[in-house]
């Protein structure tokens, strides 16, 4: 099982960033996915979640509105866009997969991949 996060960069406030995680060596289409988050000497933070189909997707209060999960079964990609970036969004962003279809709004996982790292500043 492989999970290759990137996509992430420095981008001023109001910014935008789209992370993209490429899988392989599973069936992709037959799990849920999450991202997750680590910011600076804090635990690690459940961001979104989306399940095999892509039908069903879930957020975090803080990001509500402003992030929108998605995947491409046929590539085996999943993605995050990050709109209106704000400071507090600083931190290292995974991609995991979950061990069900169904979304889960834990920060446990059955695969993480390295993290892609996002920093918010002017």
């Known amino acids: 099982v492989q999970l290759q996060a990137s996509g992430g960069g420095l981008v001023q406030p109001g910014g935008s960033l789209r992370l993209s995680c490429a899988a392989s060596g599973f069936s992709f289409s037959s799990y849920a996915f999450k991202w997750l988050r680590q910011a600076p000497g804090k635990e690690l933070e459940w961001v979104s979640g989306i399940n095999k189909h892509g039908g069903n997707t879930d957020y975090a209060d803080s990001v509500k509105g402003r992030f929108t999960i998605s995947r491409d079964n046929a590539k085996k990609a999943l993605y995050l866009q990050m709109n209106n970036l704000k400071p507090e969004d600083t931190a290292i962003y995974y991609c995991?997969?979950?061990?069900?279809?169904?979304?889960?709004?834990?920060?446990?996982?059955?695969?993480r991949g390295q993290g892609t790292l996002v920093t918010v500043s002017s």
């Open positions: 995991a997969r979950s061990g069900s279809q169904s979304i889960s709004r834990t920060n446990t996982y059955a695969y």
